[in-house]
């Protein structure tokens, strides 16, 4: 997946100090303080993240847009539906 | 004088504060150091053994005995509540209007539960945080006859994470003993993936579910509790019905540290991993080397951030190093590289139901490789509650 496919970002969260669960945890805060149709961007440097995230997302009906490689960490990012 | 502060009675708190007077004793009979404490209430409270209030016949009057008598005579006393840490004046005030200065501050201000972030938290749902709502816990199991048993986890992080496993591990064996277990449904709700933050716990204790015949929901993050129709709803859209609710209720650190300005919204304090001082407050992609460090400030036990269990024995293991580079300081000489730096070690015992248990040990760089469950590791955490009070406070073990 490349940049072009990823809607604006509307919230980042950095979660690279953070270790398993912390960035889910992270995430699902910013998913209930967030709007639907906020895309949620999550910066994890955890690798249990890149599993965990894109399951939890499936389970709780949003969108999983994709996870991309950056310098040391993933960038995870997430379309929040409902 | 060198005044060294301590915030807090509890495991790290008068632990600490027993350790650096046994390093300073010469100073302290000089004049030259003093070492204080200040607890809200005075008792010191061994709170892994409320669990055991709800599910193992364990008392209150037993868990509680006065600080004074854990502390070394060296160390002063206060009991009072924390109103304001001015850390740029090294300073704390008391409620009562007292005022202590440091040159040293170790945070030991611990957790806080906070039942009343959910609606119907307090009328519907039963918890083991504290001697009275463990006793309700205990009066509700005594009750029940069969039907639905929900146990969950309301928040993360949350103290002693292998707690509400063994409740659920624990309530299996009692039903079954009691004649209830095939009059029961019993649900298990994490908030994640697993059934444990960690791995290879998780790993070890997944199969004990399917044995036991406990249902497991995994990313199940309770959002509110319908007191109507007796259902406990998640994020993530399922509904559970109960007629018994078990739920670790949210978590965050002390409100006093949050309005110091030295934690944030969660409360849970900046901590180095390795040297336990106090981190200043940074934007969120600050590489953590560039943070600056509180140099005569430390935290540990709950307090902290660490990405590790919210359990006396993390506590019990950071203690030393905390003591260490106090003492190191004062004495104006280096910590010791070893003694003064923390690992990460945690230590502690996990019931899997059936009078068997197991040992979760581990650190920064190792995860716990979990032994056979058996007899004996059951015992010894029966062992250890009973003589904590002897051991981990005075630092003889």
């Known amino acids: 997946m490349t940049d072009t496919a990823t809607p604006p970002i509307t919230r980042t969260v950095d979660a690279r100090g953070s270790f398993c669960p912390g960035p889910l945890m992270e995430l699902i ?34 969108r999983f847009v994709g996870v991309f490689d950056r310098d040391g960490y993933d960038e995870i990012v997430v379309e929040k539906l409902r | 004088m060198q005044r060294i502060l301590v915030l807090g009675g509890g495991v790290g708190g008068t632990l600490a504060a027993n350790l650096i007077a046994r390093k300073l004793r010469r100073q302290i009979a000089r004049g030259e150091a003093v070492v204080t404490v ?44 924390i109103e304001r840490i001015d850390a740029a004046g090294r300073l704390v005030e008391l409620a009562d209007g007292m005022r202590l200065p440091y040159d040293h501050l170790v945070l030991a201000t611990g ?57 659920a591990f624990l309530v299996e064996s009692e039903l079954r003993e009691r004649g209830l277990r095939d009059k029961t449904e019993l649900h298990f709700c994490s ?28 990313f199940f993050n309770v959002e509110t509790i319908d007191a109507e129709h007796k259902t406990v709803n998640s994020l993530e859209g399922e509904e559970l019905p109960y007629d018994l609710l078990i739920l670790v209720p949210p978590h965050k650190g002390a409100q ?12 849970w304090l ?26 005569n400030v430390y935290a540990l ?7 590790l269990s919210k359990a006396g024995s993390t506590a019990h293991f950071e203690a030393p190093i905390v003591a260490e580079r106090i003492a190191a300081a004062v004495l104006g000489r280096e910590p010791h590289a070893k003694e003064g730096s923390y690992t990460g070690k945690v230590m502690c015992f996990f019931e899997i139901g059936d009078g068997k248990g197991t040992l979760l040990q581990f650190d920064y760089e190792h995860p716990p490789r979990p032994p056979k469950p058996n007899q004996l590791w059951h015992l010894g955490k029966i062992v250890f509650n009973k003589t904590y009070w002897l051991t981990v406070p005075r630092g003889r073990v």
């Open chain 2, 38 to 81: 200040v607890d809200l209430t005075g008792h010191h409270t061994y709170q892994p053994g409320f669990m055991y209030i709800a599910m193992g016949g364990e008392r209150a009057k037993n868990l509680e005995r006065p600080e004074r008598r854990l502390l070394d005579k060296e160390v002063e006393l206060v009991v009072g509540q």
């Open chain 2, 191 to 218: 908030p994640i993936g697993r059934v444990f933050t960690i791995e290879t716990v998780s790993e070890m204790a997944t199969p004990y579910f399917e044995q036991k015949g406990i249902e497991v929901h995994t």
């Open chain 2, 111 to 167: 957790s806080r539960i906070l039942p009343e972030l959910i609606e119907h938290f307090d009328t519907e749902a039963h918890h083991f945080y504290t001697a009275e709502a463990a006793a309700r816990l205990r009066a509700a199991l005594d009750d029940f006859k069969g039907g639905k048993l929900v146990i969950g986890i309301a928040g993360m992080p949350y103290k002693c994470p292998p707690a509400p496993l063994e409740v």
């Open chain 2, 256 to 267: 006093v540290v949050i309005d110091a300005g030295l934690a944030p919204p969660s409360g």
């Open chain 2, 301 to 307: 036990g709950d307090a902290t951030d660490l990405p």
């Open chain 2, 270 to 295: 900046p901590t180095d991993r390795h040297t336990l001082q106090v981190k200043h407050l940074a934007a969120p992609n600050t590489p953590d080397e560039q943070i600056e460090r509180y140099p």
């Open chain 1, 29 to 62: 805060r910013a998913i209930r303080e967030g709007q639907v149709g906020d895309v949620i961007a999550v910066w994890s440097a955890d690798r249990g993240s890149k599993t965990d995230i894109p399951k939890w997302v499936e389970k709780a009906g949003h």
